[in-house]
């Protein structure tokens, strides 16, 4: 993985494990995504990434779940990181062994100050695969 010398030096101690900022982040993946073929097989290529994820995290303290479904099914195997009070993205079209790349893209955004995963440093599966990138209630204005 390329990362961008320019990295603040807060990034790279949670780069290498600040439990403190990952503990506010969490990453879902759909259990029910299936593979490129829609084989109804088990285990789920969701949950093939799922299990690869727990194993990239192993050790940090980053939170890892699972759901049925995140209803993203024409982008393939989908995944979420959120982090309280920030802005939440959905990703798609990822792999069954893409876990080390969302862990990644949760201590860039463990780091953020501005609630934004940065686009530098970010695996280029979070770069590719972004569908949605959903505000913080608390950002939402009333337009009324």
């Known amino acids: 993985m390329e990362r961008d010398s320019s990295f603040l030096a807060e990034t790279a101690g949670v780069l290498s494990g600040d439990d403190d900022a990952l503990s506010d982040v969490t990453v879902i993946v759909c259990a029910s995504c299936r593979d490129e073929t829609g084989s109804d097989g088990h285990p789920r290529a969701g949950e093939l990434l799922a299990e690869d994820t727990r194993r990239a995290a192993s050790g940090e303290h980053i939170r890892i779940r699972t759901v049925e479904c995140l209803g993203n099914c024409?982008?393939?195997?989908?995944?979420?990181i959120l982090r309280d009070g920030c802005w939440s993205y959905v990703f798609g079209d990822l792999t069954t062994t893409s876990g080390?790349?969302?862990v990644?893209?949760?201590?860039?955004f463990a780091t953020s100050t501005d609630g934004l995963i940065p686009w530098r440093g970010r695996p280029d599966c979070l770069k590719r695969g972004l569908v949605a990138r959903i505000p913080p209630l608390d950002l939402?204005?009333?337009?009324?």
């Not at 024409?74 to 979420?80: C, F, T, Y």
């Not at 939402?140 to 009324?144: A, H, R, T």
Request: glycine letters at 4%; zero cysteines; hydrophobic letters at 45%.
């Open 100 to 102: 080390a790349d969302l």
């Open 140 to 144: 939402l204005k009333d337009q009324i």
């Open 74 to 80: 024409k982008r393939r195997l989908s995944a979420a």
């Open 104 to 108: 990644t893209g949760a201590k860039l």
